[in-house]
C-alpha cells in the first residue's frame, strides 16, 4: 500500500524560482516533465536588487511553462527570512495542491563582500536565507510528512568545501553550514522515510556571467563548456524520483570536472 502510494503524482515545492533563465526554473520545468504538480516561491524584491535583474512577469511565465506539461502549478511570493514563512508555505501547499513529499531548498542570498567590508547586518541577511530560512522549512516539511517512504529534501549547495571563495566570504560560510545540516538530517529523517542529499552544480549561467567570467571558468572546464541549469535540474529530477530511494545523506558535486585552483 506504501509502495503505490509512493508511486502516485508527487507535489513538490521548489524555493527560488524566480527568473526564467534560472536553476530553480529549471528544476521546476524538470519535474513537470516527470508528471510531478509543482509550488514553487520567488521574491522578487531581491532579485530587482541585483545585477541581473527581473521582468515582473517572469513568475507568471514560468507558471505558465510548467503548466504546458499538464500537472498542477501553483506560486507565491515569500519571504523566507520570516520566521514564520514554513508554516504560511506549507498551510498554502496544501490547501492548493496537497500534502507535498518533495523540498527543494534552492533559494539563496549572496553578495560579494570580503572580510574587510564583511558587517552583523550583511552576514545576518545571509544567515536568515541560507541557513535559518532551509532549517526551518526543512523541519516544517518533515514534521508534516505523513508517509513511511518517498519524502525526499534536495538542498542547493557551491561546494565551498572543495576550496575557498574569496570576496564572497559570507555566501560561503552560510551555505556551507548546509552540508553538514544535510548530513545530520539525513540521519534524523531516514526513519520517517525521508532522504536528504544536497547538489552543488558548479559555476552555472543562469544570466549572471559576463565574458570575462565564462572565458576563465572555460580553461578550467574539460569538457569546454559551462554548466547550464539543466544540468542540475536533472540530476535532481532524478534524486526526487522513486529510483533514488537508496541515496541519502549525500553532497554530490556535479560540476562537469570542474578544475580548481
Not at 8 to 23: F, K, P
Amino acid at each position: 500500500m506504501e509502495r503505490e502510494l509512493a508511486l502516485e503524482r508527487r507535489i513538490a515545492i521548489v524555493t527560488g524560482a524566480s527568473r526564467l533563465n534560472g536553476i530553480g526554473a529549471a528544476i521546476c520545468t524538470a519535474l513537470a516533465s516527470k508528471g510531478m504538480d509543482v509550488f514553487f516561491t520567488y521574491w522578487t524584491t531581491y532579485d530587482s536588487e541585483m545585477p541581473w535583474g527581473i521582468r515582473s512577469n517572469e513568475p507568471q511565465l514560468l507558471q505558465d511553462k510548467i503548466l504546458e506539461y499538464g500537472v498542477r502549478c501553483e506560486k507565491l511570493e515569500l519571504d523566507l527570512t520570516d520566521i514564520l514563512a514554513p508554516a504560511k508555505l506549507l498551510d498554502i501547499v496544501e490547501e492548493k495542491l496537497g500534502k507535498p513529499s518533495i523540498l527543494i531548498n534552492n533559494a539563496t542570498y549572496s553578495v560579494d563582500v570580503g572580510y574587510d567590508t564583511l558587517t552583523a547586518e550583511i552576514l545576518d541577511r545571509h544567515y536568515e536565507v541560507n541557513i535559518r530560512g532551509t532549517m526551518l522549512l526543512s523541519v516544517e516539511f518533515a514534521s508534516r510528512f505523513s508517509h513511511s517512504i518517498g519524502g525526499r529534501i534536495i538542498n542547493l549547495t557551491s561546494g565551498q568545501s572543495l576550496g575557498p571563495m574569496a570576496g564572497n566570504i559570507a555566501y560561503a560560510t552560510t551555505k556551507g553550514a548546509i552540508d553538514t545540516f544535510t548530513l545530520t538530517l539525513s540521519a534524523e529523517l531516514a526513519s520517517k522515510g525521508i532522504t536528504v542529499n544536497a547538489v552543488n552544480p558548479g559555476p552555472t549561467d543562469t544570466g549572471w556571467m559576463n565574458d570575462d567570467v565564462k572565458n576563465v571558468i572555460l580553461t578550467k572546464s574539460p569538457n569546454g563548456r559551462i554548466g547550464m541549469p539543466q544540468d542540475a535540474a536533472r540530476l535532481i529530477a532524478f534524486l526526487a524520483s522513486d529510483e533514488a530511494e537508496w541515496v541519502t545523506g549525500q553532497i554530490i558535486h556535479s560540476e562537469g570536472g570542474f578544475q580548481r585552483g
